[in-house]
Structure formats: C-alpha cells, structure tokens
C-alpha cells in the first residue's frame, strides 16, 4: 500500500510569493489533515477535511492561506504571499473512518524556507 | 485538550530497553493514550496506544498507571532505527484530532 505522498519535498521562496503544496493520501481515507511543523516542536493542526469538506480550519490563517481538496482525494494547500515565519514543514496525514487504531498517516513534508 | 509532560531528550543504548515516560494528569476519562514517533526527516508515525489495560505490538509496549495520570512507553530492545521524537497524545474517544507537545528526543548510542 502506497504512503501519503507529498510535493515537493524542499521548497525555496522569496518572500511575498505564492506557494503551493501537494498532497494525495492514502486510497480510501476519507480524511485528510495538513499540519505545520516548526522547528523543534510539534506538528501544529492547519486544516481537517472530511471528504471535499473542510470542517476544522480554526487554526488556518485565512488572510493568506488557502486549502481545497476537490473530488475528496487530493489536496493542495498555498500561501499568498509567504512570510518569513511560514518557514517551516507542511506535513499532510490522511485517516480511514472506522480504522481499527484510528491513526493517521503522515507524509514525509515539504520544507518551506522563505527568504 | 488535556496537557501532557514529557522529558525533553533522553539517551541509550543499543540493545538496551528504554523507558520513555509521559505525564497525563488531566486526562479526561474517555481519553486514550497515543504514542506517536518522529524519525528525522520523516512525518509521524502511528507507534502504539491504549486506556486502561497494558498494551504490546510488534513495536513497543505501553505501561499505563492505574490511575492513569501517567504512561510509559517501552522499547524493550532499542536499535539506532528507534532514535527518533516520541510523542504522547491523549485521544478523546472518536476524536479526529492530534494535539502534539513537543515530544522526547531519543538519542539510541551505538
């Protein structure tokens, strides 16, 4: 069975350009998550997706981060612009509803450095 | 969300069981005990969780406290695959969510 893939893994920007990231989960799980990692902490919750629904995005800064998972399956999350603090890694994880342990599958992450 | 102490780094060595300890005071009832790991460069992985009863898999076992205010994860041989951040996450029954702390660096000696 094929892990969550996510692209790129290294990213390079200027600040005050767009990026975007990339992500396909794993067949069949119907819910997606992209999380923030900064250094030398914990992944922090960005975005929940139940299917194409986005149904916890309390913690997205919504003036310049945006999400969409059309179709239900993959899903792209971009900043515009980017800040120097986006610096971090944009990690995406995916869960099947009704899984026997309830865990997510995370990906590897891309890493973003804003200049 | 209930709060949860980890020690910031630990060591050992190879081929030596090592007891990483979790701190889980506020624990809600209902809530389980998740043990995630983070190898470098690499997403989270799923690693073992329970609620109540000790709990082994391929990968570890899970020591919990009676009162179940606290945890220990046991890797009963270390290997240097095993150095990694281990992360403890109470999980309220049905949650979709993970709340990360910032985990114990385990660093695995040759």
């Known amino acids: 069975e094929a892990g969550v893939v996510q692209s790129p893994r290294y990213k390079i920007i200027e600040k005050k350009q767009p990026v975007a990231f990339w992500c396909n989960p794993i067949s069949g799980h119907n819910t997606l998550y992209w999380y923030r990692q900064n250094l030398g902490q914990g992944p922090e919750l960005l975005i929940r997706?139940?299917?194409?629904?986005?149904?916890?995005d309390s913690q997205l800064p919504k003036d310049r981060f945006s999400a969409e998972r059309l179709k239900g399956v993959d899903s792209t999350l971009k900043i515009q612009p980017a800040e120097l603090g986006d610096s971090a890694v944009y990690l995406c994880a995916s869960r099947r509803d009704g899984s026997r342990y309830n865990e997510q599958f995370f990906g590897p992450g891309t890493r973003l450095t804003v200049l | 969300d209930a709060k949860t102490t980890q020690p910031n780094s630990m060591e050992s060595n190879e081929e030596e069981p090592v007891h990483l300890p979790c701190n889980h005071s506020?624990?809600?009832?209902?809530?389980?005990i998740h043990w995630y790991r983070q190898l470098p460069s690499q997403g989270p992985e799923y690693v073992i969780h329970?609620?109540?009863s000790n709990v082994n898999n391929r990968m570890a076992s899970l020591a919990i406290a009676e009162d179940r205010k606290s945890s220990t994860l046991i890797l009963h041989r270390a290997t240097l695959r095993d150095a990694a951040v281990y992360y403890c996450?109470?999980?309220?029954?049905?949650?979709?969510?993970?709340?990360f702390g910032q985990g114990t660096r385990l660093t695995i000696n040759p």
């Open positions: 329970g609620l109540t």
């Open positions: 997706y139940e299917n194409e629904e986005a149904v916890d």
């Open positions: 506020t624990i809600s009832g209902t809530d389980y």
């Open positions: 996450i109470p999980v309220l029954q049905g949650a979709q969510k993970l709340v």
